[in-house]
C-alpha cells in the first residue's frame, strides 16, 4: 500500500509544480473598443464605411449628447479600468462600427479630430495622438494588441478619434 501512496504523492507534487511555474505564459487582458453608430446618418453625414455595423445612435444624437455631456457614453472601452502584470499584454477588439485606436498617452488629452476635441472639452491633442502611425486604426471587427508591459505603474490608453474613450490600467509585479 506505501508504493500507491507514495506515487499519488509523487503526482501530486509535480501537479503544484506545474501550477506554479513562472514560466508558464501570461495571457492577455481583454478590452472591447464599443461604439453604437447608426450607419445611415454617420456614413450620410460622414462618407460611405464611416459606421460598418448597425447601431443604434444617429449621428444627430452623438452631437447632441457629445455637446452637452463632453462625451458620448456608448462610446466606450470596457473595462475602462484594470490591472494587469508586467509581461502582460492588452489585446483590443473593436467591437464597434467605427474605426477606433487604442494609444498609450502620457496624459489623457485630444485626438486627430479637432472637432471632436472641442466638443469633447479636450482642446489640446496629445502628443502620442499627433505622431500616430496609420497603422494604428483598428477597423470594426479587427483586433489590436499592445506590447507587453515592461514596469509597473500605472499606463493610460485612449482612443486618438473618440478622446473620451479612456482606460486606466494598473500594472503591478
Not at 470596457?78 to 508586467?86: D, E, G
Request: proline letters at 5%.
Amino acid at each position: 500500500m506505501l508504493p500507491r501512496y507514495a506515487a499519488a504523492l509523487s503526482l501530486l507534487a509535480l501537479a503544484a509544480v506545474a501550477c506554479s511555474d513562472s514560466n508558464s505564459p501570461i495571457v492577455d487582458a481583454r478590452v472591447s473598443a464599443q461604439d453604437q453608430c447608426d450607419p445611415s446618418s454617420f456614413n450620410a453625414a460622414l462618407g460611405s464605411g464611416t459606421c460598418t455595423k448597425q447601431g443604434t445612435v444617429t449621428l444627430t444624437a452623438f452631437n447632441n449628447e457629445l455637446n452637452s455631456t463632453h462625451q458620448v457614453a456608448s462610446w466606450q472601452f470596457v473595462p475602462n479600468s484594470f490591472s494587469i502584470q508586467v509581461g502582460q499584454a492588452i489585446t483590443v477588439t473593436n467591437n464597434g462600427g467605427e474605426k477606433h485606436t487604442f494609444t498609450e498617452v502620457a496624459n489623457f488629452g485630444g485626438g486627430i479630430v479637432p472637432s471632436l476635441n472641442s466638443a469633447s472639452n479636450n482642446p489640446m491633442e496629445t502628443p502620442e495622438c499627433a505622431a500616430l502611425a496609420a497603422n494604428a486604426m483598428i477597423a470594426s471587427g479587427a483586433t489590436f494588441r499592445t506590447d507587453a508591459a515592461m514596469d509597473a505603474g500605472v499606463e493610460h490608453y485612449q482612443c486618438c478619434i473618440h478622446p473620451w474613450m479612456r482606460a486606466t490600467v494598473t500594472v503591478t509585479q
